[in-house]
């Protein structure tokens, strides 16, 4: 193929799922998972993620050029089935995050007449620092694995929006797996690994690409935009501040002491909403500079807080337009919650009418969706007038595993209770 880039290719191929918060995000390293981008070794595409760790990479990961995200519905019909997926799962991509093949032939060893038992679409690609981050949705804590009791408090089902439009094709799932790169071909190969090892035991439900990332984790560096061109990310928690990642991100012993200890196997995991938001663009494009930046909160060009000069200006949410999206999304409109965001933009063609299908795949980790995302998402829905110009298409919400430690497995904590 010759002048169309694999990023090109992605861009126009690029999908994604988003919910409320769309200006006021960003992400920063963390530097007690296996996720840190200080750990992260090697230099360029050889860069490589460590897989193990207190926490999944991923979450507080500096966020990658690249989205994969897959919900699979499992098929398999007895907990030992299951066990062996996420085991093999957790085989397959110890070997990929650190860039080698899967399966002891690879892409072109092993026995000729049966198929490679790596793809080898991502061969010479190296890891691009890839993560891939697995969660359970609550669809699986049913009769079929026994896993009923174990269903954390937490992990409660989204309820319904005012203005929503989901298609149910495009959400929920009993697994999720967001595979992140700065490759998206290698982001690609890794949901294309981890389906085919699956088979007769989960099939994908719904996958969404995602480019251009609309988070940053690095203060240091420049906020990215979403697709109405304004920055997005700016009051995103720092992965460098711990305490605020374990106030806010990550699930802390005794969280679910009040629901008898149900999901006590949570303790350095997280809850992820993702939600799949598509933007009007047309209407946007016709709204007067104004209005567009009375209705963020922030100017355009700079990003800064209506009245300021600087994008990260201190200022009081209060003295932002009482509908603007940045005001009401604020922590201090909200109890002081926060989400850590690593949002994409995203780029599905025309809908046949010839307006963009495009938007924004919200992605959302919280300690406890009950305080964060739900009643965030319930403030923007009635009051935020950026609605106007948003469709929430596509919904989920996962409990996403704690760390793996050597030798172990995703969803050990949990298989094993």
């Known amino acids: 193929m010759t002048g169309v880039s694999r990023r090109g290719l992605f861009a126009a191929l690029g999908s994604g799922a988003v919910a409320g918060g769309l200006v006021a995000a960003g992400v920063a390293t963390a530097d007690r998972s296996g996720a840190s981008a200080a750990a992260s070794s090697g230099s360029g595409s050889a860069r490589v993620v460590p897989f193990h760790g207190e926490h999944q990479a991923g979450v507080a990961t500096d966020v990658q050029a690249n989205l994969h995200f897959a919900a699979f519905d499992v098929t398999a019909t007895s907990r030992d089935e299951l066990v062996s997926l996420l085991q093999d799962w957790t085989a397959a991509a110890v070997?990929?995050?650190?860039?080698?093949?899967?399966?002891?032939?690879?892409?072109?060893?092993?026995?000729?007449?049966?198929?490679?038992?790596?793809?080898?679409?991502?061969?010479?690609?190296?890891?691009?620092?890839?993560?891939?981050?697995?969660?359970?949705?609550?669809?699986?804590?049913?009769?079929?694995?026994?896993?009923?009791?174990?269903?954390?408090?937490?992990?409660?089902?989204?309820?319904?929006?005012?203005?929503?439009?989901?298609?149910?094709?495009?959400?929920?799932?009993?697994?999720?797996?967001?595979?992140?790169?700065?490759?998206?071909?290698?982001?690609?190969?890794?949901?294309?690994?981890?389906?085919?090892?699956?088979?007769?035991?989960?099939?994908?439900?719904?996958?969404?690409?995602?480019?251009?990332?609309?988070?940053?984790?690095?203060?240091?560096?420049?906020?990215?935009?979403?697709?109405?061109?304004?920055?997005?990310?700016?009051?995103?928690?720092?992965?460098?501040?711990?305490?605020?990642l374990d106030a806010q991100v990550w699930v802390q012993q005794g969280d679910d002491d009040a629901a008898g200890g149900a999901g006590a196997w949570m303790a350095g995991g997280s809850y992820l909403v993702a939600r799949r938001i598509r933007m009007h663009i047309e209407t946007w494009d016709r709204t007067s500079l104004q209005e567009q930046e009375q209705v963020i909160g922030r100017t355009k060009a700079a990003g800064a807080p209506l009245g300021h000069a600087g994008e990260h200006d201190a200022f009081d949410p209060r003295s932002l337009p009482a509908s603007s999206h940045v005001r009401l999304a604020h922590p201090e409109t909200n109890g002081g919650a926060q989400m850590l965001r690593r949002g994409y933009n995203f780029t599905?063609?025309?809908?046949?009418?010839?307006?963009?299908?495009?938007?924004?795949?919200?992605?959302?980790?919280?300690?406890d969706p009950r305080t964060a995302f739900i009643p965030v998402q319930t403030a923007l829905a009635r009051q935020d007038a950026l609605s106007e110009y948003l469709e929430h298409t596509g919904s989920g919400v996962w409990a996403v595993f704690p760390g793996v430690p050597d030798g172990g497995y995703l969803g050990q904590q949990l298989l094993s209770t």
């Open 348 to 367: 599905d063609g025309t809908d046949g009418l010839g307006h963009l299908d495009a938007g924004l795949f919200f992605l959302a980790y919280q300690r």
């Open 95 to 244: 070997a990929l995050t650190a860039g080698r093949e899967v399966g002891d032939g690879g892409a072109s060893g092993g026995a000729p007449l049966a198929p490679p038992s790596d793809t080898g679409e991502a061969v010479d690609l190296h890891a691009n620092r890839l993560t891939l981050t697995v969660g359970a949705g609550p669809s699986l804590f049913d009769d079929r694995f026994g896993l009923a009791a174990a269903r954390p408090a937490a992990l409660v089902d989204i309820p319904a929006f005012p203005a929503d439009a989901l298609v149910p094709e495009r959400s929920d799932g009993d697994l999720c797996v967001q595979a992140c790169a700065d490759d998206p071909q290698v982001a690609v190969h890794a949901i294309r690994t981890l389906t085919r090892l699956a088979a007769g035991r989960a099939a994908v439900r719904w996958a969404q690409l995602g480019y251009g990332r609309a988070a940053t984790v690095d203060p240091s560096a420049p906020t990215p935009r979403n697709l109405f061109g304004f920055k997005d990310g700016t009051a995103n928690p720092a992965a460098s501040d711990t305490a605020t």
